[in-house]
């Protein structure tokens, strides 16, 4: 570890000396902690990360609208538009892979979720589903289905490996909540979780900010920290050892997200793709989702944050958007793209400003909650390294099946508690009607299958359908044809056994 003066010299020459104004006035544990914290830190590359941050703000980058272009339809392959018999080509081959081992999983989940309101990791959220499971519970219950599923196509027991990478903020809860939950049934040896780093906020002069007198105040990276998590944490070894070639990777706050979908890996693979991404139509033109599309000629994503509202806007001939196809953070990568990236493109990622309210220590050691913006954090983007692909895919799926993300507490009209979990349990009511069951209500009436929560629909009935026993509908015939269930119920392994043996 550097020493004291290694250290303030470091500072000094990023011209950050003001970090240690407080240390006469810390205890010796407080000093400790601090100097452990700040050894951490990139000395070497301080400065330029501050000048960097304060530049950029100060002059936010030219709008790249007027480069845009959406991909050609024919360029994105699609659930609605493509032949029963390629979907089933696509989904064999994805069973195949994940079958002999060659796939992974890797969930991006080091966020704040400031936006809900929780101080813990979004992953350990209840939407409140009646069986009362978290989303990290229903993700885990998915890897094991889809292991079960393809071990019974092929005949050969698998693993379907979990990469997590958490941030300061979310690692030690989540191991703890992994831990406490005995992994969910999981092997404990196929979950690596892993940490981002994390990077100082910086102030609009270009000064990095106390968050207290013996704290910097750090931020994570951005999901595009992942690139350099991977390198940190020798990921990409791991998943050599284990003979995983192909990577699906998510945000954690999608309660619909088909994990390690065979489909969409299948779709992958059999286009040779080396990086891919899911879509699905936007569902307006100011929802808050990234644009998949062509930046002078080259596809990539356009963040929300970052494109005119008179853009999202345009509408084509039909009355369609003319950018519409939205970014649900379903990304693939084959290994060796995501080798290529750590030994060569890393460095080059895009660094994105966010300007936000950062509390702080003023000069006369007081704490402030700003109330007004005052700090930048730098951020990269997971999807940044589209450009860098040789052969990007994109596949567009149906909204109602596969995303519905949690991002805002309850009383926000869109991606709350409640539209999550009314999502999840309007898709478990169609897969009971599509296998002719019955739903009754409490009182013993018939409920009416709700096509989409979203398209303005009533409520859902209180219908689950635990993953481990179907993965998307599947398997449901012999368990629920014919039958009148009355809900709340909830079809969980037990309740499955039973209906069996009936
Ligand atoms: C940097 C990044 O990955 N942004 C993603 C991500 O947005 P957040 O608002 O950061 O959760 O998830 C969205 C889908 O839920 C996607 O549309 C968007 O592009």
């Keep these: 570890m550097p020493s004291l003066v290694e250290v303030k010299q470091g500072l000094e020459s990023a011209g950050q000396a003001h970090v240690l104004q407080f240390w006469p006035e810390l205890s010796e544990e407080e000093r400790t902690v601090f100097l452990q914290e700040l050894a951490q830190l990139d000395l070497q590359g301080l400065k330029e990360h501050c000048e960097t941050a304060a530049k950029a703000a100060a002059s936010p980058p030219a709008s790249l609208d007027q480069h845009l272009e959406p991909v050609p339809p024919e360029c994105i392959g699609s ?5 029963r018999k390629f979907l089933t080509e696509w989904e064999n081959e994805g069973l195949l892979q994940i079958s002999e081992n060659h796939v992974g999983v890797l969930l991006l989940a080091g966020g704040q979720g400031t936006r809900l309101g929780v101080q813990y990791p979004k992953g350990m959220y209840n939407v409140g589903l009646p069986s009362g499971k978290t989303l990290y519970q229903i993700q885990a219950e998915r890897i094991h289905k889809i ?3 393809a071990e019974s196509r092929h005949g050969s027991k698998c693993t379907v490996p979990w990469y997590i990478m958490t941030s300061e903020f979310t690692l030690t809860p989540t191991e703890k909540f992994f831990k406490e939950n005995n992994y969910f049934g999981l092997e404990p040896s196929n979950i690596v979780m892993f940490e981002q780093r994390m990077i100082p906020s910086v102030t609009f002069d270009g000064k990095v900010i106390l968050q207290e007198k013996g704290k910097i105040a750090m931020a994570p990276d951005g999901n595009g920290g992942l690139y350099q998590a991977l390198v940190d944490n020798k990921v990409l070894e791991d998943m050599k050892k284990r003979g995983v070639e ?13 994990m390690a979908d065979p489909v969409f890996i299948g779709f992958c693979v059999s286009k040779g793709a080396d990086c891919g991404a899911k879509v699905v139509e936007k569902a307006y033109p100011a929802e808050p989702v ?3 599309c062509r930046v002078r000629g080259v596809s990539q994503v356009v963040e929300y944050s970052e494109i005119q509202p008179e853009t999202t806007e345009l509408r084509g001939a039909g009355g369609e958007l003319v950018y519409n196809a939205g970014n649900i953070c379903n990304h693939f990568f084959t290994r060796s793209f995501l080798q ?3 030994e060569n493109f890393k460095g080059q990622l895009k660094q994105h400003v966010a300007i936000k309210k950062v509390p702080f220590v003023d000069t006369c050691g007081n704490q402030v909650k700003p109330t007004k913006p005052n700090g930048i954090k730098m951020e990269k983007f997971v999807f940044d390294v589209f450009p860098f692909s040789r052969n990007f895919v994109v596949f567009e799926v149906v909204r109602e099946d596969e995303f519905s993300p949690l991002k805002n507490a309850d009383g926000a009209a869109t991606d709350s508690p409640t539209t999550a979990r009314n999502s999840l349990l309007a898709q478990h009511c169609q897969w009971a009607a599509a296998v002719g069951a019955t739903l009754l209500d409490e009182h013993g009436n018939t409920l009416h299958p709700t096509a989409s929560v979203s398209a303005g629909g009533g409520l859902p009935a209180q219908f689950e359908i635990s993953p481990l026993v179907s993965y998307f509908g599947e398997g449901l015939e012999q368990l629920l044809t014919g039958r009148t269930l009355k809900t709340p119920f909830v079809l969980d392994d037990q309740r499955a056994k039973e209906l069996q043996d009936q």
């Design 79 to 83: 659930v609605r538009r493509s032949d």
């Design 246 to 258: 192909y990577l699906h990777v998510y945000c954690v706050d999608n309660i619909l997200v088909k």
């Design 147 to 149: 292991q079960e599923l």
């Design 340 to 342: 290529d990236v750590a």
């Design 290 to 292: 990234g644009v998949v």
